[in-house]
């Protein structure tokens, strides 16, 4: 069986009425040339630019669904503030929501148009809420905080794409994920984020 190079037989070929596939007779082969669409999960964005909070703790989270299952793929985080300087953030997965606080509730887009309306809750804080309970840090790293108000150049990127690394998974209401500052103060800041993720 073969599906690369030649011509079928015209005499001797059934083409497919909708996929382009065709299948004949090549010589003294069976010839199979095939047309495969991929298989695209939905996937859906939600991104805010706010400032946040005096101490700010958790200021931009997402929380799970009840009928589907959350593959968070990527993340992006900028900071700016007056003056520049470094900053720790957290990736915390928690098991019961935040409550109270400033937020925003984000409008979920999809990236196409034909799949149907996203399920996980994003929101952005401004003032901190009450935090949900701690499961762990997924993951702690540097953030540089860009000063005088202009991009940071290098902004901090979670993306599991290009590694096929096994996504943070959100499974049910309760479950959140949270990107946390640990209680630092930014004077002037302004912050821009950005998460992608699947439902299945």
């Given amino acids: ?34 047309t495969i669409s991929p298989v695209l999960k939905s996937t859906y964005s939600a991104s805010s630019v706010f400032t946040m909070a005096n101490s700010a703790t958790d200021v ?8 589907k299952t959350i593959y968070i793929t990527d993340i992006t985080l900028y900071l700016t503030a007056t003056t520049g300087s470094n900053a720790t953030i957290f990736g915390i997965r928690r098991s019961s ?26 929101r952005s804080y401004t003032a901190n809420p009450t935090l949900g309970t701690s499961v762990g840090n997924i993951f ?3 953030i540089y905080v ?13 993306n599991l794409i290009p590694n096929q690394t096994q996504a943070i998974t959100l499974r049910g209401t309760s479950q959140l994920f949270a ?11 302004v912050c ?8 299945e």
């Avoid at 599906?3 to 090549?26: F, H, K, P, V, Y």
């Avoid at 990107?179 to 800041?189: D, E, M, R, T, Y």
């Fill in 179 to 189: 990107l946390n500052l640990n209680s630092v103060s930014f004077a002037g800041n």
């Fill in 140 to 142: 702690t790293t540097g």
């Fill in 60 to 67: 931009f989270t997402i929380s799970g669904s009840a009928t």
């Fill in 1 to 34: 069986m073969s599906n690369s190079g030649g011509d079928l037989d015209n005499s001797q070929r059934i083409e497919g009425a909708t996929d382009g596939t065709m299948i004949g007779n090549e010589g003294d082969r069976l010839k199979i040339a095939a």
């Fill in 97 to 122: 929501l935040n409550t109270g606080g400033t937020s925003t509730l984000l409008t979920n887009l999809l990236l196409d148009t034909t799949n149907s309306a996203a399920t996980a809750v994003v």
């Fill in 146 to 158: 860009s000063g005088g108000g202009t991009t940071a150049s290098r902004p901090f990127q979670w």
């Fill in 192 to 199: 821009r984020a950005q998460i992608s993720w699947i439902e």
